[in-house]
């Protein structure tokens, strides 16, 4: 039981920056149980982990955005954060976020997140 909405994408040139938002029921953040995450799809794939972060702030990062993006949160927003920086076209894709019950494995496995939003387009041209 969650409503997750996404917010902050649209079209950069690569290099350049975005900041998603993911705005959720305060008892995503507050209860200290959940895990959230961000995931993306381009056209033709199949929907891939790109950072995740648990209950108690730790993260996993996907190997190709290791270095460039940040996932965080704020609890007293109940908001969470995709900073994404040095944008590269295959980066592309809609972008959701998600949440499940706390556990500790497959972190960036979409089938474990039980709760997403609608996603957020963000295009990276060349």
């Known amino acids: 039981q969650a409503q997750l909405v996404e917010s902050g994408g649209g079209s950069v040139q690569a290099g350049g920056s975005l900041r998603l938002s993911c705005a959720a029921p305060g008892y995503i953040y507050s209860s200290s149980v959940y895990d959230m995450a961000w995931f993306r799809q381009a056209p033709g794939e199949e929907r891939e982990g790109v950072a995740a972060?648990?209950?108690?702030?730790?993260?996993t990062y996907a190997d190709s955005v290791k270095g460039r993006f940040t996932i965080s949160k704020d609890n007293a927003e109940n908001t969470l954060y995709l900073q994404m920086d040095n944008l590269k076209p295959e980066d592309t894709g809609m972008y959701y976020c998600a949440a499940r019950w706390m556990r500790r494995d497959y972190d960036l496995q979409a089938w474990a997140y039980p709760y997403w939003g609608q996603g957020t387009q963000v295009t990276v041209s060349s």
């Open positions: 972060i648990d209950s108690d702030g730790s993260t």
